[in-house]
């Protein structure tokens, strides 16, 4: 009887070292099958007993009993263990390393010409004026006569056409979206003030100043009553806007067949601010586009009475304008997409 018992005792020594031993949960279920499983000791040990007697019998059930619920209790509190160790070590396989450095993803820009139109459209916007768009592929119609150059104004030589048939152009100037624009346009709904920006196209030779294709951005403003000295104010805030506070233009007497008087617009050097320097070839100014009062004839080709309205328009160069605001050097590089040249020009947050 007392051999019963120091078995049982023993066994459970050995099954709890063997539990605590375990290192996964597959050792530990052969553990529990081969210590409480129906083959296992104890079940052997538990048969014999009806070799004791009836006294002893209860005694050593009852011992049996208290050691197979303390191996199961330890048991099931090492199961929990492992289980908890398995789910920690699977976070840390599976953890995202915030510190790695991500892969680089490559952020685009518009191009440098799009960002100074996008600010001059701004500009313009915020001052009343709606952007009206034009075709490129335009009749001589537009671009030449209602402009006021007839088929054989000397003027026709002074803008390169690339001509398609005798009559339909690539336009030469943004100049025909005012003939356009005022044709449609309807007085009883208010002043007509828009900008039109685009491509334009001269037969050049490409080089460091010259493009066969480039930007325009035209303006024009009819109304009652608009005088010189609207567009006056009206390119002072322009200039102010777009090349610093402290500049200021001038107006000088010029031609286009357009306008009458016309001018040619200049704004006080931005580098020098008028002292003289290389960006204003030492004459402290810097031309930046041409202007001038609506020219009652295209007023009156495109519909408009000229008694009783008036007007200005302007004709810039974004190209121009960019190379001034940034240094740059030849025309061609907005043309070209090196984005090694493009990439400098990111936009301001
Ligand atoms: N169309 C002219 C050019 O291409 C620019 C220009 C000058 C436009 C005077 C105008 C203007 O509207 O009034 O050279």
């Not at 009887?1 to 709890?16: C, G, P, R, T, V």
């Not at 007509?192 to 930007?215: E, N, W």
């Not at 107006?251 to 067949?257: D, G, K």
């Not at 306008?259 to 200049?266: G, N, W, Y």
């Amino acid at each position: 009887m007392m051999d019963l018992k120091a078995k049982i005792e023993s066994l459970k020594e050995e099954a709890l070292a063997k539990v605590a031993a375990s290192e996964n949960l597959d050792v530990l279920n052969q553990v529990r099958v081969a210590y409480l499983g129906k083959k296992g000791p104890l079940t052997e040990v538990l048969r014999g007993m009806k070799d004791l007697s009836a006294e002893e019998r209860p005694k050593v059930g009852a011992l049996a009993n208290v050691v197979r619920d303390e191996i199961t209790t330890m048991l099931e509190e090492k199961k929990t263990t492992l289980e908890m160790k398995k789910i920690n070590e699977a976070l840390a396989n599976e953890a995202i390393d915030v510190t790695l450095p991500g892969s680089y993803v490559s952020v685009g820009q518009p191009h440098v010409l799009t960002q100074i139109i996008e600010e001059i459209e701004d500009l313009f916007i915020g001052m009343g004026y709606e952007v009206i768009e034009g075709p490129e592929v335009e009749e001589d119609r537009y671009n030449f006569e209602m402009m006021n150059l007839p088929k054989d104004h000397p003027a026709r030589d002074m803008q390169d056409t690339f001509y398609i048939t005798e009559e339909i152009l690539l336009r030469t100037h943004t100049s025909p979206v005012q003939a356009r624009t005022m044709e449609k346009h309807d007085f009883t709904k208010g002043p007509l003030k828009m900008i039109s920006p685009g491509r334009v196209y001269r037969r050049d030779s490409d080089d460091a100043t010259h493009s066969h294709q480039f930007h325009q951005i035209e303006g024009l403003v009819i109304d009652k009553n608009i005088t010189m000295s609207d567009l006056k104010g009206t390119l002072e805030v322009f200039a102010k806007q777009l090349f610093g506070a402290d500049r200021e233009i001038r107006l000088r007497p010029s031609y286009f067949p357009f306008t009458e008087p016309s001018v040619e617009v200049d704004v006080s050097c931005f580098k020098c601010g008028g002292a003289g320097c290389n960006v204003c070839k030492h004459t402290g100014w810097i031309e930046i586009l041409g202007a001038g009062v609506v020219h009652p004839n295209v007023l009156e080709m495109a519909g408009i009475d000229s008694s009783v309205y008036g007007g200005f328009a302007f004709g810039m160069g974004p190209d121009r304008v960019a190379m001034l605001k940034y240094g740059i050097d030849d025309i061609r590089h907005f043309y070209q997409n090196d984005v090694r040249f493009l990439n400098q020009f990111k936009v301001k947050e």
